[in-house]
């Protein structure tokens, strides 16, 4: 234990997130930075090719998008709208509502303590059981892994004082 360690941890009066919480709120809170840094290209800067993720920076964040539209949709057991809108307005939209769509498949399956259940993912050909704990930490990590993309795309750009991206940003956004 180093100098100044609060262990054991006290509990805290106030109401906390665990850490679910914290990773799909982050999840979704930066994927939106980006977005709405996007927002301030021009379509050729959107579309410039690069030779990394789905490369351009519209399509590496559409896949984003999709991907969490997609996964989320499954997991809830309901059909996937193809949604269309690769404009970042629309991506926005897109995003708030698949990020709340699998936010509530989350918790519910923390909530029920159901990580190790399994789902059909009927878009696998054949269709294939999945567990949502496995494929809830796919979603996200998968996010993180286009998003860095997305960071290194911007930094070729032009783009300066790029957000880190890290949970610690998000927390100090928004836990008060």
Not at 112 to 118: M, P, Q, V
Not at 121 to 143: F, N, Q
Not at 163 to 174: A, I, K, L, Q, T
């Amino acid at each position: 234990m180093t100098q100044g360690s609060t262990f054991p941890l006290k509990p805290i009066s106030k109401p906390t997130m665990d850490l679910l919480d914290r990773l799909l709120g982050h999840d979704a809170w930066t994927t939106q930075q980006l977005l709405m840094i996007c927002g301030e290209l021009s379509d050729e800067q959107l579309d410039r090719e690069f030779d990394i993720g789905h490369r351009t920076l519209r399509s590496t964040l559409n896949h984003v998008v999709r991907n969490m539209e997609v996964w989320s949709t499954l997991m809830a057991g309901v059909t996937a709208r193809r949604e269309s809108s690769a404009s970042i307005a629309g991506m926005l939209v897109r995003l708030d509502a698949a990020s709340k769509r699998l936010a509530d498949v989350a918790r519910t399956v923390a909530d029920r303590d159901a990580w190790d259940e399994t789902w059909l993912d009927d878009l696998e050909d054949p269709p294939r059981r999945k567990s949502y704990g496995t494929a809830i930490a796919h979603v996200l990590t998968h996010s993180m892994h286009h998003r860095a993309q997305v960071l290194y795309m911007l930094r070729l750009t032009g783009v300066e004082h790029l957000p880190e991206g890290d949970v610690f940003s998000w927390e100090r956004e928004h836990v008060r």
